[in-house]
């Protein structure tokens, strides 16, 4: 079972900062925080993971509180093209092969023009 | 692009029939992942190949099986097909180590 809980749904408007929360309260040391998209029923796309520390590159920003029990994905300037549903998901990176990812229901995300 | 190849793009066939769902990997990656995704289910783990060999098995019928070659392609075969079987079947790759996951564009398959 997902070990993340997220709100079904979100609006945000074009050009906006788009912030996606998730709770994940049963997270242990050694797990990752993962963000994927799956724009309509394309393949689902890798967009940030973290640890302890804030993450940000090209796509997103990741905030993780300080406990760890929490993280908000921030998309700075939502466009259309990031409409889509988007997965919070923990995991262990493990050496010799990584582990399989498991999906909750995530956060629809409708930009509206 | 993903550069994680799947075909057939689509698939119809009537219950009872099997098929043989294709995946090549990203080149250099080692780790091959199979998930399921149904209107009802969502997206669901199946199986995990790791350089040739199972690896991780999540909620995959006794119907379908996959196997890895050594070229690193994978296979998964769906047999004794059921109108439950409908749905989008993703391939995912990733090298050892690494946090990302790549996916391809996935095969639907439509069971009649």
């Known amino acids: 079972d997902a070990k993340t809980t997220q709100p079904p749904s979100m609006d945000c408007a074009e050009g906006r900062a788009a912030n996606l929360p998730c709770n994940h309260s049963?997270?242990?040391?050694?797990?990752?925080v993962y963000w994927y998209r799956q724009i309509h029923s394309q393949g689902p796309q890798y967009i940030i993971h973290g640890l302890k520390n804030n993450e940000t590159n090209e796509m997103a920003s990741l905030i993780i509180t300080e406990d760890r029990k929490s993280s908000t994905l921030i998309l700075p300037h939502a466009t259309l093209r990031d409409t889509a549903v988007y997965y919070c998901i923990v995991r262990v990176l493990i050496y010799s092969g990584n582990t399989p990812l498991v999906f909750g229901k995530g956060t629809r995300l409708s930009v509206i023009a | 692009d993903s550069g994680v190849t799947q075909t057939p793009k689509h698939l119809i066939t009537a219950t009872g029939q099997r098929v043989t769902l294709r995946c090549s990997p990203r080149?250099?990656?080692?780790?091959v992942y199979w998930y399921q995704q149904s209107l009802d289910q969502g997206l669901q783990f199946l199986i995990q190949?790791?350089?040739?060999?199972?690896?991780a098995k999540g909620n995959i019928l006794e119907r379908f099986s996959a196997q890895q070659f050594p070229d690193l392609h994978s296979e998964l075969n769906l047999s004794s097909l059921e109108l439950g079987d409908s749905a989008l079947y993703f391939c995912?790759?990733?090298?050892?180590?690494?946090?990302?996951?790549?996916f391809g564009p996935g095969t639907r398959l439509t069971v009649t």
């Open positions: 049963t997270i242990s040391g050694n797990e990752y």
């Open positions: 190949y790791y350089n040739g060999e199972e690896r």
């Open positions: 995912a790759s990733s090298v050892q180590d690494y946090h990302e996951q790549y």
């Open positions: 080149s250099g990656d080692l780790s």
